[in-house]
């Protein structure tokens, strides 16, 4: 891209909805409660980058963030793509993964092997969640209901689909909203190839950030995010640096 990425205007004024205090998803024990944005409004890519900025994220048709009254445990969390160089760890996982052709779609609509990959991927992996047991009504509102900036990063070994990525391209960075992949490829580090391949595509588009949405301290599910560095993590409404 030629064009400076436009940068999203800070102001907003939407009507906000909050939920009655819930069990926390992240961490046992812990009560937990969730502001929405009004499901009436449509999630444009210009919305979508000003809530990012804020905290927000995506998740189907829903535009949330976290708001607990006894915990801040949940961060947002984004990668400086200028700045970021991968470890050896990482260039493993990148050559490791020579073989993977990647390509990007603009819905999933009618694909039987992203949802059958969805289901194993739900049914193994995350077996002790609330997304479990994992249908196709499921799959529908969380995956296929997506924004008008949203793609789907489709990673192929052959013909076979192994991992997608669900990204919402905003004006200034990549939001990674899910990815789900083939459990029995655990050796590939197909989770951490798709933040990888998200950093490069951000570097090709001239987009600043990839979102990587909430770190959680004390969840150990998360703790892959804060591998990534530098990392900017957002504290009292301001993007922190952290090496």
Known sequence: MSDAPKQPDARLALRLFRTAPHACSYLSGKSASTVFVDPEIIPTTDLLSQLSEQGYRRSGPHLYRPDCEDCAACRSVRIPVAEFLPSRRYRRVINRNRDIVVKIVESLEGNIEALALYQRYINTRHDDGDMYPATREQFDA???????????????????????????????GLSAVYTFFDPDEGRRSLGSLAILLLIEHARQLDLASVFLGYWVKGCAKMEYKLEFRPLDILQDKRWVRIK
Do not use: K
């Not at 990673?155 to 905003?170: N, P, Q």
């Open 142 to 172: 969380f995956i296929l209901n997506s924004s008008e900036s949203t793609r789907f990063y489709c990673f192929y070994l052959g013909e076979r689909l192994v991992a997608v990525t669900v990204c919402d391209v905003l004006l200034q």
